[in-house]
Protein backbone atom coordinates (compact mmCIF):
# COMPACT_ATOMS: atom_id res chain seq x y z
CA UNK A 1 0.00 0.00 0.00
CA UNK A 2 0.99 3.78 -0.77
CA UNK A 3 1.32 5.34 2.50
CA UNK A 4 -1.39 7.94 2.80
CA UNK A 5 -1.38 11.59 1.93
CA UNK A 6 -1.91 13.56 4.94
CA UNK A 7 -3.15 17.75 5.12
CA UNK A 8 -1.53 19.43 8.19
CA UNK A 9 -3.40 22.78 8.89
CA UNK A 10 -1.85 25.49 10.72
CA UNK A 11 -4.26 28.05 11.89
CA UNK A 12 -2.57 31.57 13.00
CA UNK A 13 -3.20 35.49 13.85
CA UNK A 14 -0.16 37.85 14.95
CA UNK A 15 1.78 34.66 16.64
CA UNK A 16 5.53 35.45 15.11
CA UNK A 17 6.98 34.33 18.54
CA UNK A 18 5.46 31.07 18.08
CA UNK A 19 5.01 30.59 13.93
CA UNK A 20 8.07 29.38 13.45
CA UNK A 21 8.30 26.64 15.77
CA UNK A 22 5.14 24.85 14.43
CA UNK A 23 6.00 25.50 10.85
CA UNK A 24 9.56 23.56 11.53
CA UNK A 25 8.01 21.05 14.01
CA UNK A 26 6.09 19.91 10.50
CA UNK A 27 8.35 20.47 7.43
CA UNK A 28 10.97 18.40 9.58
CA UNK A 29 8.73 15.53 9.54
CA UNK A 30 10.85 12.06 8.31
CA UNK A 31 7.02 10.78 6.91
CA UNK A 32 6.94 11.47 2.88
CA UNK A 33 3.89 12.85 1.99
CA UNK A 34 2.33 15.77 4.07
CA UNK A 35 0.43 19.07 2.33
CA UNK A 36 1.13 21.25 4.92
CA UNK A 37 -1.17 24.42 4.69
CA UNK A 38 -0.94 27.44 7.01
CA UNK A 39 -3.86 29.79 7.34
CA UNK A 40 -3.07 33.43 8.44
CA UNK A 41 -6.25 35.67 9.53
CA UNK A 42 -3.98 39.04 8.41
CA UNK A 43 -1.14 39.41 10.33
CA UNK A 44 0.55 42.81 11.02
CA UNK A 45 3.04 41.52 13.77
CA UNK A 46 5.86 40.06 10.82
CA UNK A 47 4.33 36.61 11.07
CA UNK A 48 3.96 36.59 7.38
CA UNK A 49 7.55 37.05 7.08
CA UNK A 50 7.89 33.60 9.32
CA UNK A 51 5.61 32.09 6.67
CA UNK A 52 7.06 33.25 3.41
CA UNK A 53 10.34 32.12 4.63
CA UNK A 54 9.49 28.78 4.69
CA UNK A 55 7.18 28.77 1.49
CA UNK A 56 9.25 26.26 -0.07
CA UNK A 57 8.09 23.53 2.44
CA UNK A 58 4.68 25.25 2.37
CA UNK A 59 2.17 23.46 -0.11
CA UNK A 60 -0.57 25.85 -0.16
CA UNK A 61 -0.74 29.53 2.31
CA UNK A 62 -3.77 32.55 2.74
CA UNK A 63 -3.25 35.57 4.91
CA UNK A 64 -6.87 37.68 4.65
CA UNK A 65 -9.52 38.27 7.15
CA UNK A 66 -11.76 35.45 8.64
CA UNK A 67 -14.13 35.52 10.72
CA UNK A 68 -12.56 33.18 13.78
CA UNK A 69 -10.60 30.52 14.29
CA UNK A 70 -13.07 28.07 13.33
CA UNK A 71 -13.97 29.75 9.76
CA UNK A 72 -9.98 30.04 9.39
CA UNK A 73 -10.11 25.91 10.17
CA UNK A 74 -13.09 25.64 7.03
CA UNK A 75 -10.45 27.49 4.94
CA UNK A 76 -8.01 24.81 5.18
CA UNK A 77 -10.33 22.10 4.92
CA UNK A 78 -11.47 23.59 1.31
CA UNK A 79 -7.94 23.55 0.61
CA UNK A 80 -6.71 19.67 1.97
CA UNK A 81 -6.36 17.07 -0.82
CA UNK A 82 -5.19 14.83 1.69
CA UNK A 83 -6.35 11.31 2.70
CA UNK A 84 -6.17 12.65 6.51
CA UNK A 85 -6.68 15.96 8.17
CA UNK A 86 -4.57 16.91 10.86
CA UNK A 87 -4.61 20.64 12.59
CA UNK A 88 -1.43 21.79 14.02
CA UNK A 89 -2.09 25.56 15.16
CA UNK A 90 0.41 28.13 15.83
CA UNK A 91 2.30 27.51 19.38
CA UNK A 92 1.47 23.82 19.06
CA UNK A 93 3.93 20.96 17.57
CA UNK A 94 4.13 17.39 16.26
CA UNK A 95 5.68 15.99 19.36
CA UNK A 96 9.05 14.80 17.24
CA UNK A 97 10.19 14.31 13.94
CA UNK A 98 9.18 11.10 13.75
CA UNK A 99 5.88 11.44 14.86
CA UNK A 100 3.69 11.39 11.97
CA UNK A 101 5.74 8.72 10.55
CA UNK A 102 4.90 6.43 13.85
CA UNK A 103 1.14 7.25 14.08
CA UNK A 104 0.63 5.47 10.33
CA UNK A 105 2.45 3.05 10.82
CA UNK A 106 0.14 1.65 14.28
CA UNK A 107 -2.47 0.31 12.22
CA UNK A 108 -2.98 0.42 8.71
CA UNK A 109 -6.26 2.43 7.40
CA UNK A 110 -8.05 3.24 10.29
CA UNK A 111 -10.73 6.39 9.82
CA UNK A 112 -9.46 7.88 13.14
CA UNK A 113 -5.74 7.96 14.70
CA UNK A 114 -5.44 9.39 18.15
CA UNK A 115 -2.65 9.77 21.06
CA UNK A 116 -1.57 11.59 23.99
CA UNK A 117 -0.63 15.42 24.28
CA UNK A 118 1.80 17.34 26.63
CA UNK A 119 1.33 20.06 27.60
CA UNK A 120 3.76 23.69 27.53
CA UNK A 121 3.63 27.32 29.16
CA UNK A 122 4.54 30.45 27.87
CA UNK A 123 7.92 29.64 28.47
CA UNK A 124 7.57 26.17 26.50
CA UNK A 125 8.50 24.51 29.56
CA UNK A 126 6.67 20.79 30.10
CA UNK A 127 3.79 20.93 32.42
CA UNK A 128 3.30 17.29 31.96
CA UNK A 129 0.31 15.29 30.18
CA UNK A 130 -2.89 16.73 30.31
CA UNK A 131 -5.58 16.24 32.91
CA UNK A 132 -7.92 13.84 30.88
CA UNK A 133 -6.13 11.07 29.58
CA UNK A 134 -6.86 9.45 26.35
CA UNK A 135 -9.16 6.73 26.13
CA UNK A 136 -8.09 2.69 25.65
CA UNK A 137 -10.55 2.65 22.86
CA UNK A 138 -11.77 6.17 22.05
CA UNK A 139 -15.51 6.75 20.35
CA UNK A 140 -18.25 9.32 20.01
CA UNK A 141 -19.50 9.08 23.35
CA UNK A 142 -15.89 9.33 24.73
CA UNK A 143 -16.11 12.96 25.72
CA UNK A 144 -19.27 12.31 27.94
CA UNK A 145 -16.59 13.20 31.05
CA UNK A 146 -14.54 15.79 28.64
CA UNK A 147 -12.78 16.12 25.87
CA UNK A 148 -9.76 13.70 26.74
CA UNK A 149 -7.88 14.15 23.24
CA UNK A 150 -6.30 17.15 22.16
CA UNK A 151 -7.19 18.47 18.99
CA UNK A 152 -3.66 18.54 17.96
CA UNK A 153 -3.85 14.36 18.83
CA UNK A 154 -6.17 13.40 16.18
CA UNK A 155 -5.83 12.32 12.63
CA UNK A 156 -9.19 12.50 10.78
CA UNK A 157 -10.15 10.75 7.21
CA UNK A 158 -10.75 13.80 5.08
CA UNK A 159 -14.15 12.05 3.59
CA UNK A 160 -15.88 11.71 7.32
CA UNK A 161 -14.97 15.19 7.97
CA UNK A 162 -17.40 18.18 7.52
CA UNK A 163 -16.95 22.17 8.18
CA UNK A 164 -16.58 23.77 11.34
CA UNK A 165 -20.31 24.96 12.89
CA UNK A 166 -19.63 28.32 13.16
CA UNK A 167 -22.29 28.53 15.95
CA UNK A 168 -19.70 27.44 18.30
CA UNK A 169 -17.09 30.36 19.07
CA UNK A 170 -14.52 28.43 21.03
CA UNK A 171 -15.36 24.56 21.56
CA UNK A 172 -16.32 23.48 18.13
CA UNK A 173 -13.13 21.11 17.50
CA UNK A 174 -15.14 19.16 19.87
CA UNK A 175 -18.53 19.14 17.87
CA UNK A 176 -16.54 18.20 14.66
CA UNK A 177 -14.32 15.09 16.17
CA UNK A 178 -17.66 13.87 17.52
CA UNK A 179 -19.43 14.21 14.21
CA UNK A 180 -16.66 12.26 12.56
CA UNK A 181 -15.94 9.45 15.26
CA UNK A 182 -20.00 8.94 14.57
CA UNK A 183 -19.92 7.84 11.25
CA UNK A 184 -16.87 5.50 11.82
CA UNK A 185 -17.05 1.97 13.62
CA UNK A 186 -15.04 1.91 17.15
CA UNK A 187 -12.62 -0.85 15.47
CA UNK A 188 -11.77 1.84 12.93
CA UNK A 189 -10.73 4.29 15.86
CA UNK A 190 -6.66 3.52 16.18
CA UNK A 191 -4.61 4.29 19.67
CA UNK A 192 -1.12 4.79 18.96
CA UNK A 193 -0.25 4.72 21.98
CA UNK A 194 1.95 7.21 22.16
CA UNK A 195 2.51 11.04 22.73
CA UNK A 196 2.11 13.05 19.40
CA UNK A 197 1.49 16.24 20.30
CA UNK A 198 2.98 19.12 22.06
CA UNK A 199 -0.17 21.57 23.15
CA UNK A 200 0.56 25.26 24.27
CA UNK A 201 -1.74 26.03 26.83
CA UNK A 202 -3.76 29.57 27.22
CA UNK A 203 -5.36 29.87 23.94
CA UNK A 204 -8.77 31.63 23.76
CA UNK A 205 -11.08 28.79 25.61
CA UNK A 206 -8.63 29.57 28.96
CA UNK A 207 -9.22 32.95 28.53
CA UNK A 208 -12.85 32.96 27.80
CA UNK A 209 -13.58 29.55 29.82
CA UNK A 210 -17.16 30.27 30.83
CA UNK A 211 -18.09 30.99 27.50
CA UNK A 212 -16.04 27.42 26.80
CA UNK A 213 -18.14 25.74 29.25
CA UNK A 214 -21.29 26.52 27.94
CA UNK A 215 -20.71 25.90 24.40
CA UNK A 216 -19.09 22.81 25.70
CA UNK A 217 -22.15 21.93 27.72
CA UNK A 218 -24.58 22.28 24.77
CA UNK A 219 -22.84 20.42 22.72
CA UNK A 220 -22.88 17.36 25.19
CA UNK A 221 -26.57 17.66 25.11
CA UNK A 222 -26.94 18.03 21.39
CA UNK A 223 -25.04 14.80 21.18
CA UNK A 224 -25.73 12.83 24.10
CA UNK A 225 -29.07 13.92 25.18
CA UNK A 226 -29.91 17.23 28.24
CA UNK A 227 -30.72 14.14 31.17
CA UNK A 228 -27.53 12.42 30.42
CA UNK A 229 -25.62 14.99 30.50
CA UNK A 230 -26.48 16.92 33.48
CA UNK A 231 -25.53 13.50 34.80
CA UNK A 232 -22.56 13.32 33.36
CA UNK A 233 -21.56 16.84 34.30
CA UNK A 234 -22.10 16.04 38.01
CA UNK A 235 -19.88 13.18 37.80
CA UNK A 236 -17.32 15.67 36.01
CA UNK A 237 -17.57 18.21 38.60
CA UNK A 238 -16.64 15.30 41.57
CA UNK A 239 -14.06 14.16 39.13
CA UNK A 240 -12.31 17.74 39.03
CA UNK A 241 -12.77 18.50 42.75
CA UNK A 242 -11.11 15.52 43.99
CA UNK A 243 -8.26 15.71 41.00
CA UNK A 244 -8.33 19.72 42.87
CA UNK A 245 -7.59 17.80 46.42
CA UNK A 246 -4.97 15.78 45.45
CA UNK A 247 -3.17 18.12 42.62
CA UNK A 248 -4.12 21.49 44.27
CA UNK A 249 -4.25 22.82 39.93
CA UNK A 250 -4.90 21.26 36.20
CA UNK A 251 -3.24 21.93 33.56
CA UNK A 252 -6.81 21.38 31.02
Given at each position: MNPPKLTVITIVYNNVQDIERTIRSVIQQTYPDIEYIVVDGGSTDGTVDVIQRHTN??????SEPDGGIYDAMNKGLGMATGDYVLFMN??????????????????????IYYGETEMYDANWESLGLRRH????????????????????AIYVRRSITEPY???????????WIIRAAKKVQPGEIVNTRRLVAKYLVGGMSKKRHWQSLWERFLIFTKHYGLL?????????????????????KTND
Open positions: RISRWVSGDELYDHHTVEQVFAAAPGAAGIPEQFTWRSFRYGMNISHQDLRYRLSSDIDPNLFNHVVIAVNLAWYYLKHG
